[in-house]
């Protein structure tokens, strides 16, 4: 592991927050902060702390002693000033005195003591940050290290490695007792670098940023030094298919076993993140992995992104996905049952104070394919697939040392179930789309429509068609195509690939369309076609696909249509785009007849004149000064006299995504249109 530290780099975040205000010592806190956040081998997601001792003044003018200390809800990669709470050094120093405190306490006095009341809370280690008497303190769960004490003689090993250049503190969870521990092996031998903090992480510190940062570095790259002596170490021998079923065939089986059956409500779904590469495969296909993958998180800090212990799934075969359905749903319902057993075991043990989060795991490894993160949204299932990965990383390392050993699974409990984190249960807000995953095709309308429905939380994947423009009956395509996805009948086997390579639909809509005109007598037969290619076969190709996926999740799903007014109330010329349109919302209704009992609900939205690709600046104009009317008139051309725009139309589809009880139906977003109201 090498130094990231820069002069330049230093200096120019002296001189830019120098210009807001913030001190050098802030300045120099964030810099290296950032160093140490961006390096996943030092800390993943929200993990790790930093702190710096200042002085800083408050609203009354008086200057205090302070311990600026990362908060609750900064991510150390993307530290701000903002992240680094100020708090009065003296009374926190004075709490080293009390015999014990309570988290609740703990917080409480934390809080009394900010400069700022409307900061985030300080780390729960704020403590052992403020017990230590030196200027700059770093915090990491470092790979390495973790590799190192997560051993049956962890703590043994690291005395080797660090030869008395560091102090060695026994595991105990977060908090006041582990800041007074800590403190005490410290004052024990005050000439230490830092602190190794056994099945937990580590500590360095310093004078300056650069000396506690590169003390970081140096003591990371020592354990590293160690695992390289160790034996090479490759997972193999377990039977796997000859051709074993791919991540896209697989992903909706998992994420529709794993979701969460209410009666009378939708299910809690979750987001799959699926992650592969040599060493993971290494790690997935070993015969062991029964073994060395259920004995539990690599650091503590891991266990509410991704439970104790991963979901293990037998390994598919390509075209027996049947059978590996229901080897998946026996693995959950074991899983449920384990979970459910242990927490009520732990629970008993501390007086049964606490409340059962969902049994749910929040990754699955599946030998031949790699393994997947599961969360209530893409964030979080991002996050359980990059700390799922490090633990492929860190267990493998230290199997090459020894043997793989974290803690018990009593103390892991008593992270899981925190109290800090059992009350921030009560104060979660699920809004109604959290879980469920969307596609949205074209741009326009769609892009209002992305919007909406991802401000409720769903996870949206955004496929655009190139735009198309009227031009004397032809079409244009412009030159770029957004992530070069096209919907028509010439490329329309690569967009089954794209949607294939997502696997996890819950909502589909689709928005892409271009108009054709001309008198639909003198229309050529090969423009017709062209227009049902991308105005009727492109909905057809693109719900077929989704329904696949949602009846493997078999969890239900939404189909949505952007079809239009043309359906029931054609103009004149517009045939070319009215007659697929109509075929369109036939189309809706059929796939509501037919798949209405699997749960998946069908419905469309008939809008009119909305600008878009499809209604351009240039349409208007033209339009408007064939009916002698203004742009503005003919735009609120209806009975509210009122521009519709695209985000009343995705409103209209956010409503249908959220109504459980609703298909076939047609909702009309236009302002008033008597002529284009459906019988």
Known sequence: MKSQWNDDAAKRAIETYGAEGVSEDIALRVYTTRLIGRDPLLVLHGGGNTSVKTRAVDDLGQEHDVIAVKGSGADMADMEPWGLPAVKLGPLREMRALDALSDEAMVNMQRLNLLNAAAPNPSVETLLHAFLPHKFVDHAHAAAVLSLVDQPDGEVLAREVYDGRMGIV????????????????????????????HKHGIFTFGDTARDAYERMIEMVSLAESRLRQGRPVVFQGAHLPAEPATAADIAPILRGACAIHHPGREPMRFIAEFRTSPAILDYVNGAELASYSQRGVVTPDHIIRTKNKPLVVPAPEAGKLDAFAQSVQAAVETFVAEY???FSRENEAVGGTKTKLDPMPRVILVPGVGLFGLGRSAKDAAIAGDLAENTVRVITDAEAIGRYEPLPERDLFA???????????????????????????????????????????????????????????????????????????RRRPRFRRCLRALRRCRHSRVDAGAAWQGRIGDVPDEVLRESFELNFFAHQSVAREAVAIMLKQDTGGALLFNISKQAVNPGQNFGPYGLPKAATMLLMRQYALDYGADGIRSNGVNADRIRSGLLTGEMIAARSKARGVSEADYMAGNLLHAEVTAEDVAQAFLALAKARKTTGHVETVDGGNIAAALR
């Open 415 to 489: 992270l899981e179930y925190w109290s800090l984190e059992q009350a921030k249960l009560k104060k979660q807000v699920v809004k109604p789309l959290t879980g469920q995953v969307a596609v949205v095709t074209g741009a326009g309308i769609g892009t209002a429509t992305a919007k909406a429905l991802g401000g409720r939380r769903a996870a949206v994947a955004v496929f655009d068609v190139a735009s198309m423009r009227v031009r004397d009956g032809r079409r244009r395509e412009r030159d770029r195509h957004c992530l070069r996805r096209d919907q028509t009948g």
């Open 340 to 342: 459910d057993i242990y």
């Open 170 to 197: 026994p595991y105990i969870a977060p908090g006041f007792d582990l800041a007074k521990a800590a403190a005490d092996v410290f004052d024990e031998k005050p000439d230490v670098e830092g602190l190794i903090l």
